[in-house]
Protein backbone atom coordinates (compact mmCIF):
# COMPACT_ATOMS: atom_id res chain seq x y z
CA UNK A 1 0.00 0.00 0.00
CA UNK A 2 2.57 2.21 1.00
CA UNK A 3 4.62 1.47 -2.15
CA UNK A 4 2.06 2.20 -4.67
CA UNK A 5 1.29 5.57 -2.70
CA UNK A 6 4.96 6.85 -2.91
CA UNK A 7 4.69 5.23 -6.47
CA UNK A 8 1.84 7.52 -7.75
CA UNK A 9 3.29 10.45 -5.59
CA UNK A 10 6.32 10.18 -7.82
CA UNK A 11 4.39 9.73 -10.91
CA UNK A 12 2.02 13.06 -9.91
CA UNK A 13 5.85 15.19 -9.13
CA UNK A 14 7.16 14.25 -12.58
CA UNK A 15 3.92 15.00 -14.18
CA UNK A 16 3.99 18.33 -12.35
CA UNK A 17 7.40 18.89 -13.80
CA UNK A 18 6.44 17.98 -17.50
CA UNK A 19 3.89 20.29 -17.20
CA UNK A 20 6.48 22.81 -16.28
CA UNK A 21 5.33 24.13 -12.79
CA UNK A 22 5.65 22.29 -9.79
CA UNK A 23 2.31 23.03 -7.30
CA UNK A 24 4.20 25.27 -4.75
CA UNK A 25 4.82 27.57 -7.53
CA UNK A 26 1.83 28.02 -9.25
CA UNK A 27 0.69 30.91 -7.39
CA UNK A 28 4.14 32.87 -8.01
CA UNK A 29 3.78 31.70 -11.31
CA UNK A 30 0.20 33.09 -11.16
CA UNK A 31 1.49 36.43 -9.84
CA UNK A 32 4.85 37.20 -11.69
CA UNK A 33 2.30 36.99 -14.95
CA UNK A 34 -0.34 38.60 -13.67
CA UNK A 35 1.68 41.24 -12.79
CA UNK A 36 3.02 41.96 -16.07
CA UNK A 37 -0.40 41.88 -17.75
CA UNK A 38 -1.31 44.99 -15.08
CA UNK A 39 1.88 46.85 -16.08
CA UNK A 40 0.91 46.92 -19.63
CA UNK A 41 -2.42 47.36 -18.82
CA UNK A 42 -1.78 50.10 -16.12
CA UNK A 43 0.18 51.79 -18.85
CA UNK A 44 -2.85 52.41 -21.25
CA UNK A 45 -5.01 53.65 -18.71
CA UNK A 46 -2.29 55.62 -17.25
CA UNK A 47 -0.72 57.35 -21.10
CA UNK A 48 -4.41 57.81 -22.71
CA UNK A 49 -6.06 60.44 -20.79
CA UNK A 50 -2.69 62.25 -19.74
CA UNK A 51 -1.84 62.52 -23.57
CA UNK A 52 -3.39 66.30 -23.96
CA UNK A 53 -1.02 67.30 -21.28
CA UNK A 54 1.86 65.07 -22.69
CA UNK A 55 1.58 66.96 -26.40
CA UNK A 56 1.21 70.19 -24.99
CA UNK A 57 4.26 69.70 -22.86
CA UNK A 58 6.60 68.51 -26.09
CA UNK A 59 4.88 71.08 -27.75
CA UNK A 60 2.82 68.93 -31.05
CA UNK A 61 -0.67 69.51 -31.88
CA UNK A 62 -3.54 67.03 -31.45
CA UNK A 63 -2.94 65.23 -34.94
CA UNK A 64 0.63 64.61 -34.20
CA UNK A 65 -0.35 64.00 -30.64
CA UNK A 66 -2.50 61.34 -31.40
CA UNK A 67 0.45 58.91 -32.68
CA UNK A 68 1.70 58.25 -29.59
CA UNK A 69 -0.95 56.03 -28.86
CA UNK A 70 -1.37 54.69 -33.26
CA UNK A 71 2.39 54.04 -32.87
CA UNK A 72 1.75 51.79 -29.99
CA UNK A 73 -1.58 49.96 -30.82
CA UNK A 74 0.08 49.12 -34.50
CA UNK A 75 3.38 47.61 -33.15
CA UNK A 76 1.35 46.09 -30.36
CA UNK A 77 -1.30 44.19 -33.21
CA UNK A 78 2.28 43.20 -35.29
CA UNK A 79 3.98 41.69 -32.13
CA UNK A 80 1.42 39.42 -31.00
CA UNK A 81 1.25 36.92 -33.63
CA UNK A 82 5.09 36.65 -33.79
CA UNK A 83 5.51 36.45 -29.86
CA UNK A 84 3.51 34.02 -29.73
CA UNK A 85 5.29 31.79 -32.19
CA UNK A 86 8.53 32.49 -30.97
CA UNK A 87 7.76 31.49 -27.41
CA UNK A 88 6.64 28.19 -28.75
CA UNK A 89 9.82 27.66 -30.10
CA UNK A 90 12.53 29.36 -28.03
CA UNK A 91 10.31 29.12 -24.65
CA UNK A 92 7.67 31.02 -22.97
CA UNK A 93 10.12 32.03 -20.03
CA UNK A 94 12.88 33.38 -22.58
CA UNK A 95 10.69 35.34 -24.63
CA UNK A 96 8.34 36.62 -21.85
CA UNK A 97 11.01 37.86 -19.80
CA UNK A 98 12.37 39.79 -23.36
CA UNK A 99 9.02 41.51 -23.21
CA UNK A 100 9.27 42.77 -19.85
CA UNK A 101 12.95 44.12 -20.54
CA UNK A 102 11.35 46.18 -23.62
CA UNK A 103 8.82 47.29 -21.95
CA UNK A 104 10.66 48.43 -19.05
CA UNK A 105 13.47 49.79 -21.24
CA UNK A 106 10.52 51.82 -23.56
CA UNK A 107 8.95 53.42 -20.88
CA UNK A 108 12.42 54.30 -19.44
CA UNK A 109 13.24 55.98 -22.92
CA UNK A 110 9.43 57.76 -23.01
CA UNK A 111 10.21 59.33 -19.82
CA UNK A 112 13.10 60.91 -21.46
CA UNK A 113 11.11 62.99 -24.12
CA UNK A 114 10.22 65.23 -20.71
CA UNK A 115 13.82 66.13 -20.38
CA UNK A 116 15.09 66.33 -24.49
CA UNK A 117 11.68 68.04 -25.13
CA UNK A 118 11.15 65.95 -28.48
CA UNK A 119 8.41 64.26 -29.39
CA UNK A 120 10.01 61.21 -31.41
CA UNK A 121 12.11 60.11 -28.56
CA UNK A 122 8.44 59.73 -26.62
CA UNK A 123 7.93 57.73 -30.26
CA UNK A 124 10.62 55.44 -30.23
CA UNK A 125 9.82 54.63 -26.43
CA UNK A 126 5.88 53.94 -27.24
CA UNK A 127 7.20 51.34 -30.30
CA UNK A 128 9.88 49.82 -27.86
CA UNK A 129 7.11 49.01 -25.31
CA UNK A 130 4.66 47.69 -27.55
CA UNK A 131 7.43 45.17 -28.75
CA UNK A 132 7.54 44.56 -25.03
CA UNK A 133 3.86 44.36 -24.61
CA UNK A 134 2.79 42.92 -27.60
CA UNK A 135 4.61 39.35 -25.87
CA UNK A 136 3.35 39.63 -22.37
CA UNK A 137 -0.77 38.78 -23.19
CA UNK A 138 -0.33 36.15 -25.18
CA UNK A 139 2.40 34.28 -23.65
CA UNK A 140 0.81 34.29 -20.30
CA UNK A 141 -2.31 33.35 -21.40
CA UNK A 142 -0.91 30.28 -23.38
CA UNK A 143 0.90 29.52 -19.96
CA UNK A 144 -2.35 29.15 -18.39
CA UNK A 145 -4.58 27.66 -20.79
CA UNK A 146 -1.41 24.43 -21.50
CA UNK A 147 0.31 23.93 -18.29
CA UNK A 148 -1.48 24.94 -15.76
CA UNK A 149 -3.64 21.80 -14.03
CA UNK A 150 -7.13 21.73 -15.70
CA UNK A 151 -9.51 22.90 -12.45
CA UNK A 152 -6.87 25.59 -12.14
CA UNK A 153 -6.65 27.28 -15.68
CA UNK A 154 -10.22 28.45 -15.74
CA UNK A 155 -9.72 30.72 -12.59
CA UNK A 156 -5.53 31.46 -14.38
CA UNK A 157 -7.36 32.92 -17.82
CA UNK A 158 -10.08 34.83 -15.82
CA UNK A 159 -8.11 36.73 -13.32
CA UNK A 160 -5.87 37.84 -17.11
CA UNK A 161 -9.42 39.33 -17.83
CA UNK A 162 -9.96 40.57 -14.73
CA UNK A 163 -6.33 42.03 -14.04
CA UNK A 164 -6.19 43.52 -17.11
CA UNK A 165 -9.80 45.55 -17.00
CA UNK A 166 -9.10 46.51 -13.18
CA UNK A 167 -5.68 48.00 -13.95
CA UNK A 168 -7.02 49.88 -17.49
CA UNK A 169 -9.81 51.45 -15.00
CA UNK A 170 -7.20 52.57 -12.31
CA UNK A 171 -4.71 53.59 -14.31
CA UNK A 172 -6.41 56.86 -15.08
CA UNK A 173 -6.43 57.03 -11.14
CA UNK A 174 -2.85 56.19 -10.63
CA UNK A 175 -2.02 59.06 -13.64
CA UNK A 176 -4.06 61.75 -11.95
CA UNK A 177 -2.44 60.46 -8.32
CA UNK A 178 1.18 61.08 -9.76
CA UNK A 179 0.50 64.31 -11.67
CA UNK A 180 -1.37 66.13 -7.92
CA UNK A 181 0.95 65.07 -5.65
CA UNK A 182 4.33 66.01 -8.23
CA UNK A 183 2.78 68.37 -10.36
CA UNK A 184 1.81 68.35 -14.26
CA UNK A 185 5.75 69.35 -15.24
CA UNK A 186 6.55 65.69 -13.84
CA UNK A 187 4.44 63.99 -16.37
CA UNK A 188 7.57 61.96 -17.02
CA UNK A 189 7.01 59.74 -13.98
CA UNK A 190 3.61 58.14 -15.51
CA UNK A 191 6.28 55.99 -17.51
CA UNK A 192 8.93 55.74 -14.84
CA UNK A 193 6.17 53.91 -12.82
CA UNK A 194 6.50 50.84 -15.02
CA UNK A 195 10.21 50.44 -14.71
CA UNK A 196 10.39 48.99 -11.14
CA UNK A 197 7.10 46.50 -11.68
CA UNK A 198 9.84 45.79 -14.52
CA UNK A 199 12.75 45.21 -12.33
CA UNK A 200 10.58 42.73 -9.94
CA UNK A 201 9.15 40.75 -12.57
CA UNK A 202 12.31 40.05 -14.52
CA UNK A 203 14.73 39.59 -10.99
CA UNK A 204 11.86 36.91 -9.53
CA UNK A 205 10.84 35.73 -13.67
CA UNK A 206 14.65 34.16 -13.75
CA UNK A 207 14.26 32.02 -10.73
CA UNK A 208 10.83 30.65 -10.71
CA UNK A 209 9.19 31.16 -14.20
CA UNK A 210 9.67 27.90 -16.67
CA UNK A 211 10.83 27.63 -19.62
CA UNK A 212 8.26 25.78 -21.42
CA UNK A 213 8.04 25.67 -25.03
CA UNK A 214 6.07 23.91 -27.77
CA UNK A 215 7.28 20.64 -29.91
CA UNK A 216 7.30 21.79 -33.50
CA UNK A 217 11.44 21.33 -34.34
CA UNK A 218 10.46 22.65 -37.72
CA UNK A 219 12.27 26.08 -38.91
CA UNK A 220 11.07 29.48 -38.13
CA UNK A 221 8.45 30.31 -40.55
CA UNK A 222 10.53 33.85 -41.71
CA UNK A 223 8.70 34.35 -44.58
CA UNK A 224 5.00 33.83 -43.14
CA UNK A 225 6.69 36.62 -40.30
CA UNK A 226 6.52 39.96 -42.47
CA UNK A 227 3.70 39.19 -44.65
CA UNK A 228 1.29 38.77 -41.48
CA UNK A 229 3.42 41.88 -39.75
CA UNK A 230 2.33 44.01 -42.82
CA UNK A 231 -1.07 42.74 -43.31
CA UNK A 232 -1.83 43.93 -39.26
CA UNK A 233 -0.04 47.27 -40.28
CA UNK A 234 -1.86 48.23 -43.31
CA UNK A 235 -5.37 46.88 -42.15
CA UNK A 236 -5.13 48.81 -38.92
CA UNK A 237 -3.74 52.03 -40.06
CA UNK A 238 -6.40 52.12 -42.75
CA UNK A 239 -9.49 51.74 -40.28
CA UNK A 240 -7.83 54.14 -38.05
CA UNK A 241 -8.28 56.79 -40.43
CA UNK A 242 -12.05 55.76 -41.49
CA UNK A 243 -14.39 58.71 -40.39
CA UNK A 244 -17.48 56.36 -39.81
CA UNK A 245 -19.71 59.53 -39.75
CA UNK A 246 -18.28 60.40 -43.22
CA UNK A 247 -17.94 56.86 -44.21
CA UNK A 248 -17.95 57.63 -48.33
CA UNK A 249 -15.72 60.34 -48.54
CA UNK A 250 -13.12 58.90 -45.91
CA UNK A 251 -12.77 55.83 -48.14
CA UNK A 252 -11.57 57.33 -50.66
CA UNK A 253 -8.63 59.10 -49.04
CA UNK A 254 -5.37 58.45 -49.79
CA UNK A 255 -5.11 57.45 -45.99
CA UNK A 256 -7.25 54.70 -46.15
CA UNK A 257 -7.96 53.15 -49.69
CA UNK A 258 -3.95 52.41 -50.58
CA UNK A 259 -4.00 50.59 -47.06
CA UNK A 260 -7.46 48.23 -47.24
CA UNK A 261 -6.46 47.43 -50.73
CA UNK A 262 -2.48 46.81 -49.65
CA UNK A 263 -4.11 44.39 -47.03
CA UNK A 264 -6.56 42.45 -49.37
CA UNK A 265 -2.93 42.30 -51.82
CA UNK A 266 -1.24 40.41 -49.40
CA UNK A 267 -4.13 38.34 -48.27
CA UNK A 268 -3.13 35.60 -51.16
CA UNK A 269 0.42 36.25 -50.41
CA UNK A 270 -0.38 34.98 -47.06
CA UNK A 271 -1.85 31.87 -48.01
CA UNK A 272 0.57 30.86 -50.65
CA UNK A 273 3.40 31.33 -47.86
CA UNK A 274 1.82 29.77 -45.24
CA UNK A 275 0.29 26.68 -47.25
CA UNK A 276 4.44 25.74 -47.64
CA UNK A 277 5.14 26.61 -44.25
CA UNK A 278 5.98 23.45 -42.06
CA UNK A 279 4.90 25.52 -39.23
CA UNK A 280 3.05 28.32 -40.03
CA UNK A 281 2.93 31.72 -37.89
CA UNK A 282 -0.84 31.81 -38.97
CA UNK A 283 -2.70 28.28 -39.72
CA UNK A 284 -4.85 28.51 -41.97
CA UNK A 285 -6.72 25.98 -40.92
CA UNK A 286 -7.75 27.53 -38.18
Not at 17 to 37: H, V
Not at 132 to 158: D, S
Not at 180 to 187: C, H, S
Not at 248 to 273: D, G, N
Request: aromatic residues 10%; contains cysteine.
Amino acid sequence: MDKNKKSAEKIGHSAAIADGAAPRNLGLILFLYLLGIFMGAIDTGIVTPARTLIQGALGVDGKTGIWMITIYTLAYAAVIPISGKLADRMGRKLVYLVSIALFGLGSFVCSLSASSGQFWVLLVGRVIQALGGGGIVPIATAEFGTTFPPEKRGMALGLVGGVYGIANILGSSIGSLILGIFGAARWNLLFLVNVPIAVVILAAGVFILPNNKGSSKSKIDWAGIPVVVAMVLALLYGLRNIDFFNFAASIRSVSVYPFILAFLALVPVLIFVERRSPDPVLDLSY
